[in-house]
């Protein structure tokens, strides 16, 4: 099993920024794929965004491209996704997930899930 865990969510102003990280434990975390996603109120599930094993590749959604910006440290166990010029149409829970596959976009592609967190961007 591989626990992931969210923090750094908030209460930010449209144009403000935020940097959510998630540390992962349990299995080698170094071997995953590791995906953001996030979910607004009455919605679907949606990826934002995915970086390779090595960090070396990345992949965004059309709707946060140029503005988020994902990474990871292998040595901390640990992803991030820097948010800049947060948008009110980017308010949702935030998750965090891990899948063997390259960074797909696919929320059935990801086995394993952090409890998620909050961003709440205000006009």
């Known amino acids: 099993q591989l626990q992931l865990v969210e923090s750094g969510g908030g209460l930010v102003q449209a144009g403000g920024s935020l940097r959510l990280s998630c540390a992962a434990s349990?299995?080698?975390?170094?071997?995953?794929?590791m995906g953001w996603f996030r979910q607004a109120p009455g919605k679907e599930r949606e990826f934002v965004a995915a970086v390779t094993w090595s960090g070396a590749n990345t992949r965004y959604a059309d709707s946060v491209k140029g503005r988020f910006t994902i990474s990871r440290d292998n040595a901390k166990n640990t992803v991030y996704v820097q948010m800049n010029s947060l948008k009110p149409e980017d308010t949702a829970v935030y998750y965090c997930?891990?899948?063997?596959?390259?960074?797909?976009?696919?929320?059935?592609?990801?086995?394993?899930w952090g409890q998620g967190t909050q961003v709440t961007v205000s006009s």
């Open positions: 997930a891990a899948g063997p596959v390259s960074i797909v976009a696919d929320v059935k592609d990801y086995p394993y």
């Open positions: 349990g299995r080698t975390f170094g071997r995953y794929a």
